[in-house]
């Protein structure tokens, strides 16, 4: 059960709305927003979502026992002005990678740019969870975030049987929601703090946790689809590859392929 009270005594959270279940807890922050909330940072947090939402045509899962939030913040406290736009996503990535690291401290936690959290395991890197960024047209933030947190792979889908991981199945053991959901937000509101003040860090500390770099990647960004070695993440918050062209830098774009 989700302590909202405790999430508004101990958080910068100004308002919250806990759902046993919602479509998606992005379209419901930006329904919030559309009626004109004034009360910011707006979380909204659902025990479950019926239609979650990735990046492009993706869909999130989250089963039974999985953290699906949603943080409506505005265009100050996201940082996202000029250069600092591309390491919105990134400072979440990385905000709610340690924050699970320190649930699974035996295991290796990353990011894979621009916006999952992932645990290596022998055969590949498992995802764990995923932040979706939506900018309003008054450029304000919707960060979505799902973690795979209480829920089991015994239950997910098929096609996620082999390239997804939850805290639990790793762990052995459940966590509190609530406990999570504060140290979540206390490192996200640290981040764009960060993010405020020093860019910079905050893309040092994307390229330290990611786990792409050395391997070979196809990313797709409109039409084009470029591949190349990852080099890593540039302080401005692109990944580089090592392409036959030469180094070249992406700011957007989706990882088709990987080996």
Known sequence: MIDVVRILRE????????????????????????????????????????????????????????????LLIDAETAAAEGARSPLVALAAAVAAADSVASLLPNDTIGIHWPNDVMARTKENNRKLAGVLIEVLADRRHVVGLGLNLNNTLADAPAELQSVAATVRDLSGKTCDPTDVLVDLLKRLERAFSELRRTPADVAARADALCLQRGRSLSIKRGDRIAAGR??????????????????????????????
């Open 11 to 70: 958080t910068f959270v100004a308002r919250a709305e806990h759902h046993p279940a919602l479509d998606s807890t992005n379209d419901r922050a930006i329904q919030c927003a559309a009626s004109g909330v004034k009360d910011l940072p707006l979380l909204i947090v659902a025990d479950e979502q019926t239609a979650g939402r990735g990046r492009g045509s993706n869909r999130w899962w989250t089963g039974r026992g999985g953290l699906a939030m949603s």
């Open 230 to 259: 990852c080099r890593g993440i540039a302080p401005d918050g692109g990944l580089i590859l090592d392409s036959p062209a030469g180094a070249e830098k992406f700011f957007s774009g989706i990882v088709v392929g990987q080996s």
